[in-house]
């Protein structure tokens, strides 16, 4: 009797998915289509995540590669900078001697005041 049962049942549940079709009720797909079609979507998603983040590493890379260069380039000017100050300073310390030469030639020697 069972394979009857089954017989008379199968016709039913081809006819009541067959009724949701007809009547707009959604019938949801087969377990193992849901779940490829599942396991397909993760592995796009997968696949869109690490193209943005090789994306984002190239950036960082590049970005990285530019901090190098500027901090090279800051200590250039930071060693060229400091330079200036030694030889500004040994300018204002000549131009002192300068000056005092220069006051020592306008006034009179000490022997000519003493007359």
């Known amino acids: 009797m ?6 008379q ?3 039913m549940q081809q006819m009541n998915v067959a009724n949701n079709i007809l009547n707009g009720i959604p019938v949801a797909p087969p377990l ?9 979507q993760q ?15 190239t950036i960082i ?3 990285q590669t530019k901090i190098n260069e500027l901090e090279q380039e800051n200590i250039q000017l930071r060693e060229k900078n400091e330079k200036l100050e030694r030889d500004f300073q040994q300018l204002k310390f ?6 005092m030469k220069i ?6 020697p000490q022997w000519w005041t003493g007359m």
């Open 32 to 40: 193992a289509i849901f779940n490829q079609t599942t396991i397909n």
């Open 94 to 99: 000549e131009f002192k001697i300068l000056l």
């Open 103 to 108: 006051k020592d030639m306008e006034s009179p």
């Open 9 to 11: 049942q199968q016709p």
């Open 2 to 7: 069972r394979p009857q049962q089954q017989q």
């Open 61 to 63: 890379s590049q970005q």
């Open 43 to 57: 592995r796009t998603t997968i696949n869109q995540q690490e193209t943005i983040i090789s994306q984002q590493q």
